[in-house]
């Protein structure tokens, strides 16, 4: 039961202090990079706007229920059929759309690194709103599925599936969409564009290409660190679907998923403190923007 009690109390801790880092880091993110115009027209810092805006929407909608649920034994949609259907599709979709986006930022980056004028010319902004439509669109069709799948199980009275062919496609989901294919596209481009830049001779005129370029990367490492031990964890998990386990290595297994659940939140949250320690010129704004938010609060009439 310790184990058990220690997994409620990171949950609600951490959970809270994931929260609120959220709010603040993706919403630093939104102003910053919608506010500049050298920002506002570039397509990765698009991407990672879009980004943000997913993050937010899907730590705040998600993160409350599953702090409620492991801490307090309470599911707000207990007994709804629709709310079920409708917390596994947000629970879904952002996330799939959010890794896209990531995906999208270091392609546009080694884009704009290549040596081929074809190339870069393909990135533009208006390929980037184009493209964000096109995946919004695809995943929300994708995740349609889950209305159909899921419901409340008669038997144990929770939100679930008893369909076998979802038993079959969660595995490809959790492993390969989630987390096997995004990192390892991130990981290939990211190759790709550190060789393209070691190709350029031209490095004065990259100076602030190379500041997103760090941006991109430790995004990069972010997705890694957050997203790689879960999808090892359900490995692992699925592994030992048929092994027969005592309620001690069931209690530190559980123990164990809770940590690595909680650490994909990372993802949605961490970008705005990994730009902050990849990039100086966005250091610099971050402070002009908020010291320029505290004056006006200042001298504003009460």
């Known amino acids: 039961m310790t184990l058990l009690y220690d997994a409620q109390l990171l949950t609600l801790y951490v959970g809270i202090c994931l929260f609120i880092a959220c709010v603040i880091g993706n919403g630093i993110n939104i102003l910053v990079f919608s506010k500049l115009h050298m920002y506002r027209t570039n397509p990765c810092i698009f991407y990672f706007i879009m980004g943000s805006i997913d993050n937010m929407f899907y730590v ?3 993160l409350p229920i599953r702090v409620l649920s492991d801490c307090y034994r309470t599911d707000i949609f207990r007994g709804s059929d629709v709310w079920c259907k409708i917390r596994q599709f947000f629970l879904f979709v952002p996330a799939l759309i959010s890794v896209t986006f990531s ?3 270091i392609i546009d980056q080694f884009l704009v690194t290549s040596k081929s004028a074809y190339l870069r010319s393909r990135s533009r902004i208006e390929w980037a709103h184009r493209i964000s439509l096109v995946v919004i669109v695809f995943w929300c069709l994708y995740g349609v599925h889950v209305f159909f799948l899921y419901r409340i199980l008669p038997t144990t009275k929770t939100c679930g599936s008893d369909n076998p062919a979802l038993a079959i496609y969660s595995p490809i989901y959790l ?3 989630i987390c096997g294919i995004p990192v390892g596209i991130m990981t290939l481009f990211g190759l ?3 060789r393209n830049i070691q190709r350029t001779v031209r490095l004065a005129e990259l100076r602030f290409d190379r500041q997103l370029i760090r941006m991109t990367s430790i995004h990069v490492v972010l997705v890694t660190v957050s997203l790689i031990p879960y999808g090892i964890n ?5 592994i030992t679907a048929g092994v027969v386990k ?4 069931l209690m530190k297994e559980s123990f164990a998923t809770t940590m690595v659940t909680l650490g994909t939140y990372l993802y949605y949250v961490g970008s705005c403190y990994a730009f902050s320690l990849t ?3 966005f250091r610099r704004i971050v402070k002009k923007e908020i010291f320029a938010w505290c004056r006006m609060n200042r001298i504003a009439p009460s």
């Open 279 to 281: 990039s100086s010129r």
């Open 175 to 177: 492993l390969g969409i």
């Open 234 to 238: 359900r490995a692992y998990t699925l």
């Open 246 to 249: 005592d309620s001690d290595r």
């Open 192 to 194: 790709l564009t550190y």
């Open 60 to 62: 705040c909608f998600n």
């Open 103 to 105: 995906c999208l930022a």
